[in-house]
Structures are given as C-alpha cells and as structure tokens.
C-alpha cells in the first residue's frame, strides 16, 4: 500500500504542500520484510528484491540517539520513555499501534544517517503479516507542511491519499482489514474500494481518508519555559557579540510547535468525544457511547461502573458512598480479542469494593486515580474481589487511570480505563484529560438519569391512573389500549374504564381531559374516580354526565374534558349512550360486517356548564362490536379528522383473530395512513377500548316474581334449586339455595307490600338478584351470638365471590355472585 500517481508509482511531489513519500513496509510473524514499496527504497535505499525476504531489523537500523544539544527530540530514538522503540517494534514486541522518530543508517550506497518519523500498527489475521510499517523523511516532512503544524501530529498531513496494489504477497488480507488502519472507514466502504482495485487491476488514486493515528506521539521535547530560557540566553549572548544569533526558527522553534500539536491533540479528542456522547437521553446507549468513545484511542479496556440507585431508576443517590454501597457493572469496551473479558468480569453484575482498592479511593473522594503500573500485590488485592474467577492475567503489569462520573458533586459512578503493557503508561496529562472527560460524561448520564427517572415516574402515575380491566364481563368481553403521546407529553388526560352494574350490565367509559401533563393526569384521576362512583350508583347516562359536568366545575374553571358513557344490557340487547363533546363510537354488526359512526348527540364537553345532555339508546345484536376511543387515534395536526375517522370506520370492520388482535389492527392502520400523508405521525395520547357484545342468551336467564310473604322463601329456595339442575350446576346449589333464602328473607322483611323479584343469570358466572320496593340499602352488621338481626349478610360475605346493592327507580336491588367452577 503506498501514496499512488496516475501512473502508479509513488507521489513524490514535495512541492504540494502536506504531501511527501511514505514508505510503506510488511512484516511478518518472523520478523522478515513480505513489502518493500517504492517509497521504502527512496528512503532507504535498498531495492524491493534485496529487501524482500530480509530481517526487518537489519534494513532499518537505528544509528543511535539524536543529540540533545543540536535537536530539539530529546535523547531518545522513540516518542516517549515509556514507548517502545522501533528495534522493539521490529521485532513484534508490540501489540498496539505505536509512533516515533528514529535516526537511521540507510544501505551502504546511501547518504548518511536519515531522520524520519515513522508508524506501526500490528495486523491480525489469518494471513503470515504481523505489522505494517509507514515511515516519512522528517525534514522533507516538516517542510512539505510550512509552518502551519508540527510533523505527523494528523495522519491526512502525511497521506491522506492511498493506492492499493495487488503485487505483494496477503494483498488481499490485508485490504480486506483497511478499517483496522484507518478506523474510520467504514466495512462497505473498504469492500468497494477492494473490489475496485482486484477487478481493474490498476490502483485507486488520490482516495481521500482522514484520521488520526491511533496513538498521541509525546516528541520527548523539553518543556517550554525550558527551551524560552534557551532562546533568551542566545539572543542575550548574540547581542553581546559572544554568538551569532539565533536562527530565525529551529530546533526550539519546531519542538514547540509539537508541543503546541499534543496539547491541540488532547483538546480536540476532548471535543470529539463531547460531540459523541449524549446524542439520546436512553441511559444504556450513553453508557455505550462513553466507553465506545475513548477505546481505543485514549485507552484499551473501559470498564464502567453506575451505582444501582441510577441503574433502577430510582433518583440521585444521597451521601458518599462506602464499603457497602453496590456498584453495577454497565458497560466493558476493550480491544483484546473477543469474549475475554466476558465471563471475568460479565456485564450485569453488582458488586461492592473494600477500603484498599484505588476505586474506593476514586469513589470517595471523587478525584481520578492515576496507577502507572498494577503491581503484583495490587492486582492480587483487586481479584480478591472475583471470588473464583483470575482477573490478574488481565490487569497486571497494565497501566490504569480510575476516573469519577460526578453530577452535582455526588459520584454516580466511575470509569476503569486500562492500557497494554507495550503503550506507554498513564501520564499526569491523561490524569487531566481523564478528570475532564468523566467530568463531561457524568453530566451526559446525569441528564439521562433524571429522564430516565422522571420517565419511570410518569409511567408510574399513568399506569396507576389507569385501571386493569377484566377481559370478561357478564355478557361481553373487553380488549383496551392505551398509548401514551411523545416522549414530551407521556403523561395525559386520556381514559377508559369498564364498571359492574345490577342486572349484569357493564358500565364502558372513555374520558379525554384536555391538555397534557401532570395537571391534566390529576384532572383525570378525579374524573375517573367520580365516574366510577356515580355508576355505581346507576345512574342514567345523561344524568351521570350532568353531574360530573357540576362536579368538574367545582373543581376549578380550567377542568375541560371530553366523555363518552355507554351501558350495555346484554339481557335486553341494548346500548344506552350519552356523549359530552367525545368523538363518536364504532359499531360493527356482527352479521354482515358493516361498520358505522353512530349518530349521537354531541353536547358539550365536561366543564363548560349550562348545557343539557342527552340519551339514546341502540338495538344490538350478539357478536356485534362497540369501538370507543380518544381522538389522539384519528386526529393529527394539519389533517382533517375526517380522514381519520373514515380510517378508524373501515379497519375496525376488519375481520381478527382475537379483541386484541384487533386493537393492534386499527392503531397500525391509522399509523400508516397518518405516515403517508407526510404528517409526521401521533402527538397525543390514545385510549381505546373495544367490546364485543355477546349477550346473554334467554335460556340463560331464569326470573320470577314473589309475594311479599315469608312463605315464599321457601318457594324461591325451590325455583334456584331446581333452575340449577337444569342448567347442571348442581354442585352451586346448596351455597346459591342458603344465599338466594337469606336475600328473599331480607326483602320479605323489608318491603312495603310489593311485589319481590327474583333472578338468576347464568353468564360466565352465577348471579343471583332480589329486588324489592325498599330504597334502605343494607348495612353489614357485627351480629353477635345473641343477636337476631345480622347474619344474614355476614353468611353472604363468607360464602359469594362478589356481591352487592344499588338503587333502583322502584327501590334497591341486592345481587350477589358464583364462580361456575365452585368458590
């Protein structure tokens, strides 16, 4: 792989500026050249056939330091003085890419020793290669790139344009792992480029790829005050004619302008990574985003840790934490082989850490923890910590830097960041960088924290507002959905509700209360709450709605809301509706399929007062289906509610296999049509509850009439009894005959010389009903052994499932209930 011209030799034109001649070798496992490109031979002079097949280290021999008086790179021939050197590197003593600048003696026929900096990123693989080596002539270096930047201190300043040429042996291996050299690259991008060159056989030219290289070179400079000092006691020698004047710029000059590189370098991956995380408010995929961002530029392992507090959801954790406090392990990003660090340190598992540890120290104090190298006795102190599982083989001899995830001066978690022992340690500069960047990331999952907390609270509150509807009532079943509206607005007004009345009627409500937010779920809890004790009180539907009119005015003037009331009677066969400014229901005939808008009075909305509501009433028919809804479902800004009422109207008639079914139906179809009109989908939030009336069948309904006359207990003990058997439900009939006797006995008690009536109903469950000319409603009594009067409702409460009372336009009723497979 090398810098590529028109004709396919190498860019060797130092005349445009930032483009000089790479040289470009490949090593093998054995330390021997595979790749010797053009550049490698202008360089250092040796030709492709005497490098091919040689020690690397004997092509590229270091001659030795580079004098510190006369250059500005210390007295090193490599970046730094924990790096590796390029001898090393040579010799596949590196699993990391590594960076320097070396003084070498090229082939006997060359001129001199050379200055270059040079590049190297190991290669894994099926393939014999095991290194890739870049190397650039330094002086040619810094004067193709003038006096904007330092030398190497950004890959695109070097080459940022490559050719890939397939006379090498592995070409194909290795470009096949073009995204392991340039990162940045994408999979499908380097499969084209690949494809390209294999099947025109001539290289790509001028491909444009930026990106840094994987390590930051500390040029081994002096400290800038140092070399200030210098330049001063030259320039103060010169003007006292004891030396000539310093150059205009040199070595000094250069070294500071590599300095000025790092410092920019640490800047703007501090920048980078601020502009990669916190891209959502989901508190998992920030997680991700903050370990992903500093592997493996800044580190090579990125453990992550949140206190469990912030992982539940449950608020900001109060108090430094201790020896006790559980820390859970999010997120472990690394660059060793994959499944290594999996079952020692899995993600998922909570665990608390001891006194001694430098986590303790980082999470107590809230100041970052530089270790340069993990000692034997400290990794044996951390892997106490894993039981059964070795964690040393992972950590020790690795430099490691413990971060804090502070917010608000409280540690909500820390960062683990690990280097391999072949990159250079920790350095107080990454202590700073590090503070700095868990410094900007604590904040980044703090403001996911709290809208990951304020979002189960909303949940909480919606769902508890909401009721839990059985899917069977007497005589219909009930399928509900409820969604809530943007991630803005999850908690609203909108609901529905289902009550149990006398006679085995049920009670269908949906409620819309105007607005969104917590006011409006308050609103709505209220609501919700006085519905359910007016239609307990079986109350008609008009009038129900005129009292919770009253009531929402007494609330408050900005109590608005939309309501739809319907009871259905599946003895009778019939709806009875009111409707206060709600949207109408949907009525599917269970015999043909066609379905309706019904046409209701719409009256006025909960709150506006002064306005009368109205009643109708609705033959149905066994099979038939009720759809009751808000219009969050069928109306979005900048569409006409027609369209989505005609929408609701057709997909409710189509044919499910199930009531839920059936509900996931209609909300898609009214998804989809919204989506291709470009209206940018549902803002609001939806209630929808759908009944399929099935009806209770006059074979399943037994009722008599009594006279008030205690003789006629008996005769209603016998009419249970033998209806019972009829329906074969002898193993009822002993509880139903003592509870029916008890009810009878009561009216017979207690009315005014009326007729009593008596009924049973055989529904998913046995309900028995007395009604008498009595409005005094029943009390439950604490009967004692002497006590006459009492009992007979306590013997109700012990042996029924359910029972219960209401009034009546004549008096009450008193009914109470059986499961049909025993109590």
């Known amino acids: 792989m090398e810098r590529g011209s028109p004709d396919g030799g190498p860019a060797a034109h130092s005349g445009v500026s930032g483009r000089v001649p790479l040289a470009v070798v490949v090593i093998d496992g054995e330390g021997l050249v595979s790749h010797w490109s053009t550049g490698a031979r202008r360089l250092f002079g040796y030709a492709k056939e005497e490098a091919v097949g040689r020690p690397a280290g004997d092509l590229l021999p270091v001659s030795g330091a580079l004098p510190q008086d006369d250059t500005a790179y210390g007295d090193h021939d490599v970046l730094g003085p924990d790096g590796p050197d390029l001898g090393s590197t040579l010799d596949g003593r590196t699993s990391y890419p590594a960076a320097g600048r070396a003084r070498l003696t090229p082939a006997p026929h060359g001129h001199g020793r050379i200055d270059v900096l040079w590049w190297a ?82 290289p790509v030219l001028e491909f444009s790829q930026h990106d840094r290289v994987p390590v930051t070179p500390d040029w081994g400079v002096p400290r800038r005050a140092e070399r200030r000092a210098r330049r001063r006691r030259a320039e103060a020698a010169a003007a006292a004619g004891l030396a000539p004047a310093p150059e205009a710029r040199g070595a000094d000059d250069e070294a500071e302008d590599l300095e000025y590189a790092a410092v920019r370098e640490h800047l703007e991956f501090l920048n980078e990574v601020s502009g990669r995380i916190g891209s959502s408010l989901d508190l998992a995929r920030t997680i991700q985003e903050v370990s992903k961002a500093v592997v493996p530029r800044f580190t090579d392992v990125a453990g992550t840790y949140l206190r469990e507090q912030v992982v539940a959801g449950e608020g900001f954790p109060d108090g430094v934490p201790d020896e006790t406090t559980m820390w859970h392990r999010v997120a472990v990003e690394h660059t060793d082989e994959p499944g290594r660090w999996d079952d020692v340190v899995p993600v998922g598992e909570s665990m608390p850490f001891p006194a001694h540890t430098p986590f303790f120290q980082c999470m107590t104090s809230g100041d970052p923890v530089l270790v340069p190298r993990i000692t034997e006795e400290m990794g044996n102190a951390i892997a106490s910590q894993f039981e059964k599982r070795d964690i040393r083989p992972l950590i020790n001899h690795r430099s490691m830097l413990v971060v804090p995830l502070k917010a608000r001066n409280v540690v909500l978690g820390f960062m683990i960041l690990l280097r391999h022992r072949e990159r250079p340690v920790f350095t107080d500069m990454d202590r700073v960088t590090g503070a700095e960047l868990a410094a900007r990331a604590g904040l980044v999952l703090d403001n996911a924290r709290m809208y990951t907390y304020q979002e189960s609270v909303a949940d909480t509150l919606q769902d508890s507002m909401l009721p839990h509807i059985e899917p069977r009532m007497s005589g219909c079943d009930i399928a509900t959905r409820y969604l ?96 206060a400014g709600h949207i109408p229901p949907v009525l599917v005939r269970a015999v043909d399929g066609r379905s309706e808008l019904l046409d209701l009075p719409t009256g006025a909305p909960i709150g506006v007062g002064g306005v009368p509501f109205e009643s109708v009433r609705v033959r149905v028919a066994a099979g038939d289906r009720l759809l009751m809804c ?5 109306e979005v800004r900048g569409e006409d509610i027609g369209v989505g009422l005609a929408t609701l109207v057709e997909s409710a008639a189509h044919p499910a296999a199930s009531m839920d079914a059936a509900c996931d139906t209609i909300i898609r179809s009214l998804a989809a049509t919204f989506s291709e009109a470009g209206s940018g989908g549902r803002k609001d939030d939806v209630a929808l509850l759908m009944a399929r009336l099935n009806g209770v069948a006059s074979t399943d309904v037994g009722h008599w009439r009594l006279a008030p006359d205690p003789s006629e207990v008996s005769r209603a003990r016998d009419l249970v009894r033998a209806r019972l058997r009829d329906w074969g439900l002898d193993a009822l009939a002993d509880t139903a005959v003592l509870l029916a006797g008890e009810l009878v006995t009561n009216a017979v008690r207690h009315t005014h010389g009326g007729r009593i009536g008596l009924r049973l109903v055989r529904s998913g469950r046995l309900l028995c009903e007395v009604e008498d000319d009595d409005a005094t409603l029943p009390t439950l009594l604490s009967a004692g052994p002497g006590d006459e009067f009492g009992r007979g409702l306590r013997i109700v409460t012990s042996l029924a499932k359910e029972w219960g009372t209401s009034r009546t336009s004549g008096g009450k009723t008193v009914w109470f209930e059986l499961a049909l497979s025993g109590r």
């Open 630 to 634: 808000t219009d969050g479902l069928v």
């Open 484 to 579: 809530p509206g943007t991630l803005l607005g999850r908690v609203g007004g909108d609901w529905f509700d289902s009550v149990k009345l006398p006679g085995a009627r049920t009670a269908l409500v949906v409620g819309d209360v105007m607005g969104h937010g917590l006011n409006s779920a308050a609103m709505m809890g209220q609501l919700r709450t006085a519905v359910q004790t007016m239609a307990a009180l079986d109350l008609p539907p008009a009038q129900l709605l005129r009292n919770l009119d009253d009531l929402a005015q007494r609330l408050g003037e900005h109590y608005l809301a939309t309501c739809l009331y319907a009871v259905y009677d599946p003895i009778t066969g019939e709806l009875h509706l009111a409707n």
């Open 121 to 202: 990123y190991p290669l894994v693989g099926p393939g014999p290669e095991r290194l890739l080596v870049l190397a650039a002539d330094a002086a040619r270096l810094t004067a193709a790139g003038g006096a904007e930047g330092a030398p190497a201190d950004r890959m695109e300043r070097i080459a940022p344009g490559f050719a890939l040429h397939t006379d090498f042996p592995g070409a194909d291996e290795l470009a096949h792992r073009l995204p392991d050299i340039l990162p940045s690259m994408s999979v499908g991008e380097s499969a084209r480029i690949v494809a390209q060159v294999l099947e025109l056989g001539y």
